[in-house]
Structures are given as structure tokens and as C-alpha cells.
T-cell receptor, first 111, second 113 residues
Framework: QQQVKQSPQSLIVQKGGISIINCAYE??????FPWYQQFPGKGPALLIA?????SEKKEGRFTISFNKSAKQFSLHIMDSQPGDSATYFC??????????FGDGTTLTVKP | DGGITQSPKYLFRKEGQNVTLSCEQN?????MYWYRQDPGQGLRLIYY???????QKGDIAEGYSVSREKKESFPLTVTSAQKNPTAFYLC????????????FGPGTRLTVL
């Protein structure tokens, strides 16, 4: 049973465009929703994270939108750059600390 | 420099051999995790440990074993019982208790010849 569903699997965006990646979850006990960025051959690194008491969090060009009632959250990358080309994973975790990851989205930003 | 290290970066194994992947952290984190990553798939949890001398199976523990004798170290052994071990293996640590960021190592790519 996949508890975190991520879409799309791959995304191609022109430089300067907006990249949007969506995730949906089932477990209402989740209370921490991070997004990780992974470059080829490297380990993932935290990009931005949100807790369910807020509906939006922005850090530079990256924004998480969170809809608690719909059990959905999304990552928006504004003014996408070729250097943003990477695989992005959403995740969700409970107070127990263990995380459940989405299957990842491969983003390609064309110059 | 605080962080999490994995070694080796690349590992080749013959069928029927056991191999051990190293994971060390100096972040003073209590929790450590091992994930397997296959192309086009997400991170699947193999084992995790929330405290020294204790660990639990994740979603795909069959064919793997771990130990947690020291807070800093969480080695993973891929045994000959693992049917398809070729993959990218990631170790992570987590501090602070509860839901928080996981810090990942650079990964080990294991290839079975």
C-alpha cells in the first residue's frame, strides 16, 4: 500500500517557467511534509518542508502549498533554471520519525 | 565538518557473497536508516534504528542485516539471500526526535557480477 503518491513521474519545463509537482497522502497521522532534491549519483538533500498547521511556505523560488482537507501538498518552483534539473521526492512522516517517500519526479529544465 | 559518510562509493560483488556497506555519522543523531533506490523508484526502507543496540525491519528487510553497536555507526550487510541486490543504497540519520529532516549520505552503488 503506497501511502504517498507523487505525480508526475517526469516533467520538462522551459527556463523561466513554473514547475509543479504534486503529492497526495492517506495517513492523517502524518505531521511533517518535506521535499528532497537529488542530483544524479548523490544522496537526497532537504529542499523545503512544511507542517500541517500552515497552508503555504515559501523559501526563495520554492513554495510548498498544503491542503490538509484534501490530503495533498505540492512543490512549486518559480523561474525554473537548468540547475534545478534533478529528481524531487516528497515525503511524509509521523511523530515516530520514520518517513514514507513518493516515487520521485525527474525535472528537466530546458535552457 | 558534520555529516554522514558512506563507503565504499562503488562496490562489486560476486553472486553468493555477503558484502557490508559502511555508514558513519558525526551529527550525534539517535536515528539512522537504510534505503534502497532502484531506477525510477522512490526510496524503500530496509532497516532503521532509533537507538543504540536496537533496530527494526523496514519494508524490504529480507536478505539484509544490520547492527547498531555504536551511535555513530549503522553498517548494512547484503547477504547472498538477497535475490536482486544491484541498487543504489542510501544511509540517513535523523535527530531531534519525532518528525524532522533526514540527512542522507552520498550513497553506495552495489553491482552484482
Amino acid at each position: 500500500q503506497q501511502q504517498v503518491k507523487q505525480s508526475p513521474q517526469s516533467l520538462i519545463v522551459q527556463k523561466g517557467g513554473i514547475s509543479i509537482i504534486n503529492c497526495a497522502y492517506e495517513n492523517t497521522a502524518f505531521d511533517y511534509f518535506p521535499w528532497y532534491q537529488q542530483f544524479p549519483g548523490k544522496g537526497p538533500a532537504l529542499l523545503i518542508a512544511i507542517r500541517p498547521d500552515v497552508s503555504e511556505k515559501k523559501e526563495g523560488r520554492f513554495t510548498i502549498s498544503f491542503n490538509k482537507s484534501a490530503k495533498q501538498f505540492s512543490l512549486h518552483i518559480m523561474d525554473s533554471q537548468p540547475g534545478d534539473s534533478a529528481t524531487y521526492f516528497c515525503a511524509a512522516s509521523t511523530n515516530a520519525g520514520k518517513s514514507t517517500f513518493g516515487d520521485g519526479t525527474t525535472l528537466t529544465v530546458k535552457p | 565538518d558534520g555529516g554522514i559518510t558512506q563507503s565504499p562509493k562503488y562496490l562489486f560483488r560476486k553472486e553468493g557473497q555477503n558484502v557490508t556497506l559502511s555508514c558513519e555519522q558525526n551529527l550525534n543523531h539517535d536515528a539512522m536508516y537504510w534505503y534502497r533506490q532502484d531506477p525510477g523508484q522512490g526510496l524503500r526502507l530496509i532497516y532503521y534504528s532509533q537507538i543504540v543496540n536496537d533496530f527494526q525491519k523496514g519494508d524490504i528487510a529480507e536478505g539484509y542485516s544490520v547492527s547498531r553497536e555504536k551511535k555513530e555507526s549503522f553498517p548494512l550487510t547484503v547477504t547472498s539471500a538477497q535475490k536482486n541486490p544491484t541498487a543504489f543504497y542510501l544511509c540517513a540519520s535523523q535527530g531531534g526526535g519525532g518528525a524532522s529532516e533526514q540527512f542522507f549520505g552520498p550513497g553506495t552503488r552495489l553491482t552484482v557480477l
